[in-house]
C-alpha cells in the first residue's frame, strides 16, 4: 500500500504570496491532518478532516486553511505568507475507526521558506 | 486545553547506555498514547502505541513504554542504545469522545555517540 504523499516537497516563496500545499493519503484513510512542525516547537496542529468536513482546528490564525475533496485527498492554504510561516508541513492520515483506536500515518512533508 | 510536555529537549548518550525520555499529559480521563520517531530526513513513524490493557508496551526495535496512570506518564525506554537510534521523539496523546485529534510533545533530540 502507497504511502502519504505530500507536494511539492520544497517551496520558496516570498512575503506577501499564498501558497497550496497537497496530500494524499494512504488509500482507505479519511481523516487527514495537518501540522507545522518548527524547530524546538514540535509538531503543532493545524486542523483535521473528515469526510469533507473540518472536524477539528488548532489555534492557527484565519490565513491558515484547507479542504479534503471526495477522495479524501487534502489541501491545505497559507495566505499573505509571513518570515514566521517558514516550516516543514506535515500531512498525516488514519483510518478513523470508531473503536477509537486510530493511529496516524505521516507523509514527508513540504519544506516551506518563506524570504 | 490538553498539553503533552517532554522535559528532555536534548538527550546525548554512548552506545549501549540506557534510555528513558519522559513524557507527561494533562488530561485526567481516558487517553490513547503513542510515540513516534522522526530519523534525520526520514518521515516521522510509529514506534509503539497504548490503547488498552498491559500498561508496559513494547514497540519496533527494541523501544518500550510504560504508562502510569497516577503520573499520568509514558516514558519510552530503551536498555541499550546504539548510534542508529540517533533521531528526534515525539510522545502523543488523543483523549476519550475525540480520539482524531492528536496533541504532540514538543519532542526529545536524542544523539547516540558511537
Known amino acids: 500500500k502507497a504511502g502519504v504523499t505530500q507536494t511539492p516537497r520544497y517551496l520558496i516563496k516570498t512575503r506577501g504570496q499564498q501558497v497550496t500545499l497537497s496530500c494524499s493519503p494512504i488509500?482507505?484513510?479519511?481523516?487527514v491532518s495537518w501540522y507545522q512542525q518548527t524547530p524546538g516547537q514540535g509538531l503543532q496542529f493545524l486542523f483535521e478532516?473528515?469526510?469533507?468536513?473540518?472536524?477539528n482546528k488548532g489555534n492557527f490564525p484565519g490565513r491558515f486553511s484547507g479542504r479534503q475533496f471526495s477522495n479524501s485527498r487534502s489541501e491545505m492554504n497559507v495566505s499573505t505568507l509571513e518570515l514566521g510561516d517558514s516550516a516543514l508541513y506535515l500531512c498525516?492520515?488514519?483510518?478513523?475507526?470508531?473503536?477509537?483506536?486510530?493511529?496516524?500515518?505521516f507523509g514527508p512533508g513540504t519544506r516551506l521558506t518563506v524570504l | 486545553a490538553q498539553s503533552v510536555s517532554q522535559h528532555n529537549h536534548h538527550v546525548i548518550l554512548s552506545e549501549a547506555a540506557s534510555l528513558e525520555l519522559g513524557c507527561n499529559y494533562s488530561?485526567?480521563?481516558?487517553?490513547?498514547l503513542f510515540w513516534y520517531v522522526q530519523y534525520p530526513g526520514q518521515h516521522l513513524q510509529l514506534l509503539l502505541k497504548y490503547f488498552s490493557g498491559d500498561p508496559l508496551v513494547k514497540g519496533i526495535k527494541g523501544f518500550e513504554a510504560e504508562f502510569i496512570k497516577s503520573k499520568f506518564s509514558f516514558n519510552l525506554r530503551k536498555p541499550s542504545v546504539q548510534w542508529s537510534d540517533t533521531a528526534e521523539y515525539f510522545c502523543a496523546v488523543t483523549i476519550l469522545y475525540n480520539f482524531n485529534k492528536f496533541y504532540f510533545g514538543s519532542g526529545t533530540k536524542l544523539n547516540v555517540k558511537p
Open positions: 488509500s482507505g484513510h479519511r481523516s
Open positions: 478532516y473528515f469526510s469533507e468536513t473540518q472536524r
Open positions: 488530561y485526567g480521563g481516558t487517553v490513547n
Open positions: 498525516a492520515s488514519s483510518l478513523d475507526r470508531t473503536s477509537g483506536r486510530n493511529e496516524q500515518f
